[in-house]
DNA sequence: TAAAACTGCAAAACCGGTTTTGCAATTAGC
DNA sequence: GCTAATTGCAAAACCGGTTTTGCAGTTTTA
């Protein structure tokens, strides 16, 4: 049933009932009595418009598009969630897409997420993403970075105190006598990796400590970061105490340690929460970001610059949380 | 830039720059030294035609709609994953939105995304969907259900062998000796979760044990839950060994036997499994859902009702797998 | 009481594509 | 050498909405 035929069948213009339909009969100068006669009718047959009329009609989608890492990661997936959350209650559509890293596949989907004219962007970039984001700046959008930064670009941000956040950890670790912690990280050039890995080495540099580093191959899986864990912790028996700079190496450095038989050997912390952290013996620690505040702070900015496109671009930082788990650390 | 504008700056019409650009060229009778001078100027100015004009004119939206129960679960992340990403290859993009159990919000979820005119639907129904669902294929629209299914409606369907998979839990459990098996499910009528339990009371009471079962309210937070679980375990100290039918349940009756400092005075074991499952001490045992399998199975259901509209409505079951991951269970 | 303003709606223009039809010019067929 | 078929493209119709304009008929205003 489209408007036409409803108009024809009321023997009425179509603009009639567009501007009914719309709430603008007072404005189109539509009487009280026909606007009831079309709306009837309208409710009777349960009308709905064609979206992609409108859309045409209107230039608006509705729609916005949602780039992470890993859709099915513990960081991303409640941020995915609470963003569709959110955006469904004020009539949006939420397409999401996981680069998995890749710098090819970024740009190609940030060049298919414009073609497809959604509203607004929140993205978690990858590595020399700046091309394609500019375009999206290019063309008026609205965009939100979060976790990393995206070079040395101006947009807009979201994320947390990566710098604070790390300091917590390592101090924490110091402050339970701890004095050999190697830093497990991975070997990306990413803001939010080079802010934890700067505050570990500053902290320990500052208090006299020798800084151990494992740098792993950002693209390894899981299986062959465990390995060379493995390896790195074996050429450094001296280590009291490991800090991982996110979940997933923290894992994959647990089934390291779980298969050199060493458990409890070592005092863990780790940046980003995990579900079963507080199940394990001994229970992880870890520097804990705040999920939906990241995700609704990204929402606000975003929506904050669809109102006002020329409102400058704003840098919003969580400060993130210490949890405690052990006595011994 | 429109094909209006492409159209009258070469002098042509748009009709030709519209056969030229979707490779209809020879079909429209279009000279060859047109068709390069079109395709030349369109990769100049690099064109791009507006989606929205493309799919009032095809009637195609190229956009699938995926609906989970919660997108950061770490059974939907995966599958939401894999969709995506199989989707994206073949031109396709993906609506989601998490229904977190609630049938209102189910039901006006399916209403929004036939609004947005979806091509294909993927959907976990919650209770009472089935006439939304139906509204679906009323449409014309293929769908696919997977994990439960949809009361008795018959419609496409992908899942695991819940029944089969669970028998193979209480079976591994019961061959290690443990007579006095728990189990906790939650309160819900879903297919899947029926049928977990039936295997479980009907194994027990061909081998003539006692089945003790808690039903956890669906909608209860995961701390309400272990409080739950950890009157049930007060309640029934005879137990010697727990099967959750959910990760999530599981997940929490560690944590209800933890705070009861009972660790290690149960055999557990677990459906679905879960990433940190066998970091855990003692190591949890499971019933492995084959996730990416489930997904592209999905996949291909939905394209086969795509193409061939009038096929039969097809169910495939997947083998579930028992993962052994301690040697007394 | 004639010009001005307002009322209530239809008609038209527009959004930007796709697909069918039509028509002059050329080529083929006999 | 005259008709029929084919070539190469333009023009028009269509998808289904929104928004601006136009135009009688009525009411106000001076």
New binding site residues.
């Given amino acids: 049933m489209?408007?036409?035929e409803i108009a024809k069948h009321l023997?009425?213009?179509?603009?009639?009932v567009?501007?009914v339909?719309?709430g603008?009969a007072e404005q189109?100068?539509?009487?009280q009595?026909?606007a009831e006669r079309i709306l009837t009718y309208v409710q009777e047959i349960g009308y709905k418009?064609?979206v992609?009329?409108?859309s045409?009609?209107?230039g608006r989608s509705h729609t916005i598009g949602l780039i992470v890492e890993n859709i099915s990661d513990s960081f991303y997936g409640p941020i995915a969630l609470h963003i569709e959350k959110y955006l469904r209650k004020i009539g949006y559509h939420v397409f999401y897409s996981s680069t998995l890293g890749s710098i090819e596949l970024g740009n190609t989907i940030v060049e298919t997420m414009l073609d497809k004219k959604v509203e607004g962007l929140i993205v978690c970039p990858t590595n020399q993403m700046e091309t394609s984001l500019e375009a999206i700046q290019k063309q008026q959008i609205p965009l939100v970075i979060f976790d990393r930064k995206a070079g040395d670009m101006a947009t807009n941000y979201v994320g947390t105190d990566n710098y604070g956040g790390s300091l917590l950890a390592v101090d924490h670790l110091l402050e339970n006598g701890f004095q050999q912690i190697g830093l497990v990280t991975n070997d990306s050039t990413q803001s939010q990796m080079i802010d934890r890995l700067n505050a570990y080495t500053d902290k320990l540099s500052q208090e006299g400590f020798h800084a151990t580093i494992l740098r792993l191959d950002f693209q390894a899986d899981a299986l062959e970061k465990a390995e060379q864990i493995k390896v790195f912790l074996r050429e450094n028996p001296q280590l009291d105490a490991l800090y991982f700079t996110t979940n997933y190496l923290c894992i994959a450095g647990l089934k390291a340690i779980q298969a050199l038989n060493r458990e409890g050997s070592y005092a863990i912390i780790s940046f980003d929460d995990h579900e079963l952290f507080e199940l394990l013996q001994p229970a992880i620690s870890c520097v804990e970001q705040p999920v939906a505040q990241i995700a609704q702070e990204a929402i606000n900015l975003l929506f904050k610059q669809k109102k006002s496109p020329d409102l400058p671009l704003q840098q919003v930082i969580i400060p993130s949380k210490l949890i405690k788990r052990k006595s011994t650390c």
Wanted: proline share 4%; no cysteine.
């Fill in positions: 489209s408007i036409n023997n009425v213009s179509k603009s009639t567009s501007l339909i719309n603008k189109g100068r539509i009487s009595a026909l418009p064609n992609f009329a409108k045409l009609a209107t």
